[in-house]
């Protein structure tokens, strides 16, 4: 970056918390208090208004914004998980990317409570009393696997009858075009509540692509479910036309990105066929030296043409746990109206 020392003329303002009743009142103050990250996340926050407004016009003309939504299932084990599903509620993101746990946290703690723990405690004895530690929270195996055995496969039993009645058709041409976001809509209406994100995406149509759907306790109730139906599948590539229809005729595409991985790539991947994202925010806490994609900054996404040169982005290094609800009390302060 070329150096203007005339360009140097905002000046360094310290915090007044008097003048900070909310978060978005402590935000415009990071954008003037700078502090590295602080800096960063007040410049996210303007990028993600921006992407929100553009949201709103959606309705008058669903051709013209598609805003991408890309985060890990580890997220959905913690009350951050209000997030996801107050943007979605909102439709904020039309098209969402993530992983197959996600489905599990989701759909279990629509029935079973996790708890607050410690990352100090005992790996063995927890294990020994059937308790599984994600980080910091507590994941009963009752409030897991047990619940998701018990819920998921009945309904895989029910989708199935109604796709062979729905299309007249028996094995595997029944489920041609039936892929993990049409598995997504399935299940948010008929056992998604309004406290999960799979309610919200079924109620408002929107994509959520899991294109490892098999990695994941959901994964394993589809593959479990097959030994009883041999013609049971889903169409992976049926997601992709999904993805494919989405990208090549927008006229905007944004995405706020957390986290890496598959979720991340397919974000990045489709849009470098249309030129690159217009604006992105990434959210992330993996260092950029060891070639992850995790640690890969957006500036590196312009060299594969995932990123248009001239994009507004940001990569704000933190834990999203901490910033998305920093962020969402200020995107989602207003009451939302259906």
């Not at 890990?72 to 084990?77: K, Q």
């Not at 009350?79 to 990317?97: C, D, L, P, Q, Y």
């Not at 989405?246 to 790539?265: C, P, Q, R, Y």
Request: net charge negative; hydrophobic share 40%; with cysteine.
């Amino acid at each position: 970056m070329a150096v203007d020392p005339e360009a140097f003329d905002v000046p360094v303002e310290d915090y007044d918390f008097t003048k900070a009743a909310t978060p978005g009142a402590l935000i415009d103050q990071m954008a003037k208090a700078g502090g590295f990250t602080a800096t960063k996340l007040a410049e996210a926050r303007t990028i993600l208004a921006d992407m929100r407004a553009q949201s709103e016009a959606v309705d008058a003309n669903p051709d013209k914004v598609t805003n991408w939504l890309s985060f890990p299932a580890c997220l959905c084990a913690t009350g951050t998980r209000g997030f996801f599903v107050e943007a979605i509620k909102r439709k904020m993101f039309n098209v969402v990317s993530t992983t197959c746990g996600t489905l599990d946290h989701d759909i279990a703690r629509a029935f079973k409570h996790y708890y607050h723990g410690s990352f100090e405690l005992d790996d063995i004895e927890l294990g020994e009393h059937h308790l599984m530690r994600l980080g910091n929270v507590i994941v009963p195996n009752a409030s897991y696997g047990e619940i998701l055995e018990a819920v998921v496969l009945p309904v895989l039993e029910d989708i199935y009858q109604d796709r062979l009645k729905e299309t007249g058709k028996t094995g595997a041409d029944a489920w041609i075009g039936f892929g993990s976001i049409h598995l997504v809509w399935e299940l948010g209406k008929r056992i998604g509540t309004p406290d999960t994100l799979i309610y919200w995406a079924a109620k408002h149509n929107i994509p959520v692509c899991i294109p490892g759907i098999t990695d994941g306790s959901i994964g394993a109730q589809l593959f479990m479910f097959r030994q009883k139906y041999r013609d049971f599948h889903l169409d992976t590539l049926a997601d992709e036309q999904i993805m494919s229809d989405i990208t090549w005729d927008v006229a905007t595409s944004n995405a706020l990105m957390i986290g890496g991985g598959i979720s991340k790539h397919h974000v990045i991947w489709w849009n470098q066929y249309r030129g690159g994202l217009d604006s992105a925010v990434y959210i992330t806490t993996a260092p950029e030296h060891d070639g992850s994609l995790s640690g890969a900054r957006l500036r590196e996404a312009i060299s594969w043409g995932k990123m248009r040169p001239e994009a507004p982005h940001v990569c704000v290094e933190g834990d999203a746990s901490l910033l998305l609800p920093l962020l969402g009390a200020d995107l989602f302060c207003e009451p939302y109206s259906a």
